[in-house]
């Protein structure tokens, strides 16, 4: 190293190391500790570049802090703290090991800077995730995460395979901002790589699959880190890539249609992420400093409120076991504390006023028509109405209100959950509406402080807009309420696609595979095994009856010839040299001879 520098996500590991070897007493302290610790890092870190590690030939980077790097790594250091907090009470270490593991790997790819440490720390987020998934048990679970882990080891090998033609290319590992229509086939294979972990279509059927399926407090983790360190990589690799304009809008616009169509809440909110990162691709892709401050504020404010869906939505899970509109209803009075964080969420979500997401999508949405993008701006607007629609109005009216669909044991559980879920949930609710009210706390950690004070969000024009289409969209709501009721029924998605061509694959595989390779085999044994067998039975008999045979021969022979040289010798030096001195000259003159 360089210098003696303490990398946040080294805290994490050793604290995720050493976690399952505590007591119970001390780790209850320690789950509180660690995320603190690794949070107050965050905040610690100067601008610069820190921690370079010479390796072969190249200077490795973990340690490059700027405003873009700070800000994300602000927010998960935070995020990690709530999340734990959410789920301190559970007690298999081995879930909060993985879910430490996870996040040190998203702060380990924003402070890194170069793509062999992002590499190792983006595949780390893949494999420390999936467990995430997994403790949650089943059959669907277990189906879910290895899927995931298949779609993730995928993106990663286009990411790797783009990195080494990167390298071939330009010698240089350095990761830095590639211009638009430059890198070649190198850019384009590192571009896929991150465009599939921010769930961007068709590579974004892994999300609502996974997330759906985790455990009740992995999924909040889920549900901040991947796809905002995915945003973090584009805003730092290809701000300004065209092409990135309509595939955020298509994910802005194709995540809220799913989620309207969903049964489950968790499903709900997963596909909902996807509309959510559509916004933040979409800026990435304007690239201009008031887009790419946009980005970042959503993603920031979009880790919150999401995590805090996610913890509402999680909490009903946890103490009721259901997650599915057609079999909730009416709970307010049994869980008013979840009810009322959730319905912060849910506006904060929706852009209400006084909440983050009013002063952070609008961000994006200005950007475009500040760059002429119309019809983007325009679509943007368009995806929050069925984002009010769904999580503001959807979520809170057919969990909390409405029909009450649970059955006797369901409503017989229902309560609000433990001391710290609400207080994960009461810390994430104050700064959703902190950052509505007091815009600096967020905008003073914006990348591009030089043009921050050109956007206003509480304009008159910008209220009166928001709410004009908020309250058409709740009136629409009432109106078409029972086309709106939930149903027990399956969306088909893209992922039907690769699901049905691994079951074909696996019947080819076990049908006409296995018959021919079963075929192959019995004719080897029977013609290309039998003669190989004949042939070296014939071989073994050459070898001891010639080779063998004239080898021995030739060695009696030799022996028996020394024999009689050795009786000829009686002792006597004068006549052996005399015997030796003929020899040699009889040689000699038989040499000459023929010569």
């Known amino acids: 190293m360089s210098d003696l520098w303490l990398h946040p996500a080294l805290i994490l590991v050793l604290g995720a190391l050493v976690l399952p070897w505590l007591p119970e007493r001390a780790r209850k302290i320690w789950l509180l500790a660690i995320p603190l610790l690794a949070f107050w890092r965050v905040t610690q870190l100067t601008p610069g570049i820190h921690g370079e590690l010479a390796f072969l030939k190249w200077t490795l980077v973990f340690g490059r802090v700027d405003a873009l790097s700070q800000i994300f790594g602000y927010i998960m250091g935070l995020v990690c703290v709530i999340a734990t907090l959410y789920g301190w009470h559970v007690k298999e270490s081995g879930q909060h090991s993985a879910a430490w593991f996870y996040a040190a790997g998203s702060l380990g790819v924003i402070y890194a800077g170069d793509f062999l440490v992002l590499f190792v720390f983006w595949e780390l987020m893949a494999f420390a995730s999936v467990f995430l998934v997994w403790y949650r048990r089943g059959r669907r679970a277990l189906a879910a995460g290895f899927r ?52 961007v279509p068709p590579l974004h059927a892994w999300l609502p699959d996974a997330y759906a399926e985790g455990t009740f407090n992995g999924s909040v983790f889920l549900s901040a880190l991947t796809t905002k360190t995915a945003v973090y990589a584009l805003c730092r690799g290809f701000a300004g890539w065209e092409i990135l304009v309509p595939l955020g809008v298509v994910m802005a616009l194709y995540g809220v249609v799913y989620a309207v169509l969903e049964n489950d809440c968790r499903r709900l909110l997963a596909y909902h992420i996807i509309s959510q990162v559509g916004y933040m691709v979409a800026g990435v892709g304007m690239g201009t400093a008031m887009a790419i401050n946009g980005a970042c504020a959503h993603a920031f404010a979009h880790i919150l409120y999401k995590g805090l869906l996610f913890m509402g939505c999680g909490a009903v899970l946890h103490m009721t076991g259901e997650s599915r ?11 008013p504390w979840t009810f009322l964080f959730t319905l912060i969420g849910g506006l904060s979500i929706s852009a209400f006023p006084l909440f983050s997401g009013f002063v952070s999508k609008s961000m994006i949405v200005a950007a475009g028509f500040e760059g002429h993008r119309l019809g983007a701006a325009y679509l943007l607007m368009l995806a929050s109405v069925g984002t009010f629609l769904h999580t503001g109005l959807k979520v809170p009216y057919f969990i909390w209100f409405g029909q009450n669909r649970c059955r006797p044991e369901t409503w017989e559980r229902a309560a609000d959950p433990p001391w710290n879920m609400n207080a994960a949930m009461a810390i994430a ?44 969209t709740a009136v629409g709501f009432f109106l078409l309420l029972k086309k709106l009721e939930p149903t027990p029924t399956i969306s088909l998605d893209l992922d039907w696609f690769y699901r049905k061509a691994g ?4 019947r080819v595989a076990e049908g006409p595979v296995q018959c021919l390779d079963a075929w192959v085999g019995t004719l080897y044994q029977r013609l290309g095994l039998a ?42 030096l004068q006549e052996s040299l005399a015997l030796a001195f003929a020899m040699a000259a009889v040689l000699l003159l038989l040499f000459l001879w023929i010569w």
Not at 151 to 171: D, E, F, N, R
Not at 325 to 335: A, N, R, S
């Open 531 to 572: 003669g190989l067998m004949r042939a070296a039975r014939l071989m073994g008999q050459f070898d001891q009856r010639v080779i063998d045979g004239a080898v021995d021969g030739l060695a009696a022979a030799i022996g028996a010839a020394g024999a009689r040289v050795r009786l000829a010798q009686r002792g006597h």
């Open 503 to 506: 079951r074909v694959f696996l």
């Open 429 to 472: 609710s104050f700064l959703c509406i902190f950052i509505g009210i007091y815009t600096p706390y967020l905008y003073n950690m914006l990348p591009h402080q030089e043009v921050v004070a050109d956007y206003h969000p509480y304009t008159a024009y910008h209220i009166s807009e928001t709410l004009l289409v908020l309250l058409f």
């Open 325 to 335: 509109f057609t079999e909730l209803g009416g709970l307010y009075k049994k869980m």
């Open 148 to 199: 995931y882990l298949l779609v993730h080891v995928a993106g990663g090998l286009s990411l790797l395979a783009g990195i080494i033609l990167h390298h071939g290319a330009t010698g240089s590992l350095a990761f830095q901002s590639m211009a638009w229509g430059q890198g070649g086939v190198a850019a384009w294979l590192i571009l896929v790589g991150f465009l599939l972990n921010a769930a």
